[in-house]
């Protein structure tokens, strides 16, 4: 291992290390606002140096939250730095995922006939590391428009397929699909391109694994929310990264209620984790077994980009904690309520 891996491998675990404990949760989930969220963030936890100059009087849910967001950004900016194919690959996949992200908000936000708000909420720290054109994609009201505004990124000849119906309105479920698949895929070929033996091995197995329940977890929206037939349920799925077979897809596809969706994926090798990792509901799932992956790696993997890319999907965790903190507070939800959110 050359001494460059192993100050990334250093490095990711050293991050991991002072991320949120229990303990910090609790203390939390005592504070009675926003502002006393953000000034234990700033005095007790490693969140102090990028709200060092925040002061608690102006700070708000979604400027905390934007701050948070950009924090992590960057950290995974600096993390991927180094001279490595598979690093460059890692950075690509966090500027592709936050890129479609945007994309499906706007399109989220045409629906509610609310496209204004997109600017505003727009990450600006992001602006100068995407080929995106943000202003036109913002003022952007046609379908000509949408696409000329995506003219640079390849995302244009994705959404290219898809057209608006008679309202005007994009199939965001189908687009979703698509976009993710895309970003899944340059992951996995940047895998399978750079890495080889143990590594390739362990990188592989933590993709599938995540796409199995994204799977499993998309067909029991699918059939919850759109009544979907079974063929239209499995042209809606990314099953080409996948260890589950297509005769338990297809049964699950088919499956006349949730409780035999989850009786089905437990008949998979990775569905037997299923009653381990402890869950709310069904779109729980997915981010936990996602944790559960990602904590091992980090505590027992000797492959520097298996611990980064662990690492990566266990700081997407403390974010999405942290989201669901803050908002509850700012809403008054009671502390066993949002606690029962949280992936500890």
């Not at 675990?13 to 606002?33: I, M, P, T, V």
């Not at 499993?216 to 990264?241: C, Q, T, V």
Request: net charge positive; with cysteine.
């Amino acid at each position: 291992m050359s001494s460059t891996s192993l100050a990334v491998l250093t490095k990711a675990r050293a991050k991991f290390g002072k991320q949120l404990k229990e303990q910090d949760y609790n203390n939390l989930l005592s504070c009675q606002s926003v502002a006393e969220v953000m000034v234990y963030l700033k005095s007790h936890t490693h969140f102090s140096s990028v709200l060092a100059e925040v002061n608690e009087r102006d700070v708000h849910r979604g400027r905390l939250e934007m701050l948070l967001r950009q924090n992590q950004f960057y950290e995974f900016d600096s993390l991927c730095r180094y001279d490595s194919e598979v690093s460059s690959g890692f950075s690509r996949f966090i500027i592709e995922r936050t890129e479609i992200e945007q994309i499906l908000r706007f399109l989220i936000l045409q629906k509610a006939n609310s496209t204004d708000k997109f600017i505003f909420q727009f990450p600006a720290y992001f602006s100068k590391h995407t080929e995106i054109d943000v202003n036109k994609l913002a003022n952007a009201r046609s379908d000509d428009e949408i696409l000329e505004a995506l003219k640079k990124s390849p995302y244009h000849k994705i959404l290219s397929k898809y057209k608006p119906d008679s309202e005007g309105k994009w199939p965001v479920s189908d687009i979703e699909m698509s976009l993710y698949g895309y970003v899944f895929a340059n992951l996995l070929d940047t895998v399978v391109k750079n890495t080889k033996g143990q590594e390739r091995n362990e990188l592989r197995t933590m993709l599938y694994t995540i796409n199995d329940y994204m799977t499993f977890s998309r067909i029991l929206r699918l059939k919850k929310y759109y009544d979907l037939p079974p063929e239209r349920i499995k042209d809606n799925l990314f099953i080409g990264y996948t260890s589950i077979s297509n005769k338990l897809i297809d049964q699950m596809c088919a499956a006349k209620s949730s409780a035999e969706v989850f009786s089905i994926m437990q008949k998979s090798g990775s569905g037997r984790m299923i009653n381990k990792i402890g869950y709310n509901y069904a779109g729980d799932i997915t981010p936990r077994v996602e944790y559960r992956l990602a904590k091992k790696n980090l505590r027992f993997s000797t492959n520097p980009s298996v611990v980064m890319l662990s690492y990566m999907f266990a700081s997407d965790t403390e974010l999405m904690n942290l989201i669901s903190l803050i908002e509850g507070v700012r809403y008054n939800v009671d502390a066993k309520t949002i606690k029962s959110l949280l992936i500890l």
